[in-house]
């Protein structure tokens, strides 16, 4: 009996020394922050991104230029109850990695030496490395690099020529009334 109870108390060292050591060798998740970087895939895309950028549920590849009109601000949700992230220069050059939902456009870096190098490596073309999500802006924010131009030149308000001013043609009556021509259709109006 005793024989058995010395096997015991050794099975039950033995077992809590495993226990000891299994929870020993675990660690503890690393704790996320809003700044700590992320990887998401959507659509088949995959993007690296700041822990509060939320990846987009719809993404279509755009991977362009764009040029921003106004300073806009750049969200952390593709809608306006997101964070700001940060804030658009006018004028700027932004690279445009995706349209995500409600029409709005993810704003990114392409890793270098991903950029294609003629159009028909377009479709052959598989990144190694991921897109990096900054961000989300309106579509009227930016627009296309090459229409910045003319953009800005349509949207400034037309001169107009002066028209001179045209004199009136007055003349007294009585006294202490007086008598004008309007000069567009010629009639007297006595004031």
Not at 54 to 70: D, G, I, K, T
Not at 72 to 99: C, H, N, W
Request: charge should be neutral.
């Amino acid at each position: 009996m005793e024989l058995n109870m010395n096997k015991m108390v050794n099975l039950h060292i033995a077992l809590g020394l495993m226990f000891v050591f299994a929870v020993v060798g675990c660690k503890a998740p690393p704790k996320m922050t809003d700044d700590t970087m992320v990887s998401s895939t959507v659509e088949g895309v995959t993007f690296t991104h700041r822990f509060a950028v939320q990846p987009p549920a719809q993404f279509s590849p755009v991977n362009e230029a764009y040029r921003a009109l106004y300073p806009a601000s750049v969200m952390t949700r593709p809608d306006f109850s997101g964070k700001v992230v940060s804030t658009l220069q006018s004028g700027e050059t932004y690279t445009v990695i995706g349209q995500v939902e409600n029409n709005w456009l993810a704003l990114g870096e392409i890793p270098q030496g991903d950029e294609p190098q003629a159009e028909d490596n377009k479709a052959t073309e598989q990144t190694t490395k991921p897109n990096q999500l900054i961000g989300y802006v309106p579509f009227r924010a930016v627009v296309k690099s090459e229409l910045y131009d003319q953009t800005i030149k349509a949207d400034q308000p037309k001169r107009r020529a002066r028209v001179a001013s045209k004199k009136k043609n007055c003349v007294s009556v009585d006294g202490d009334s007086k008598a004008c021509q309007n000069t567009n259709s010629g009639t007297w109006i006595i004031n």
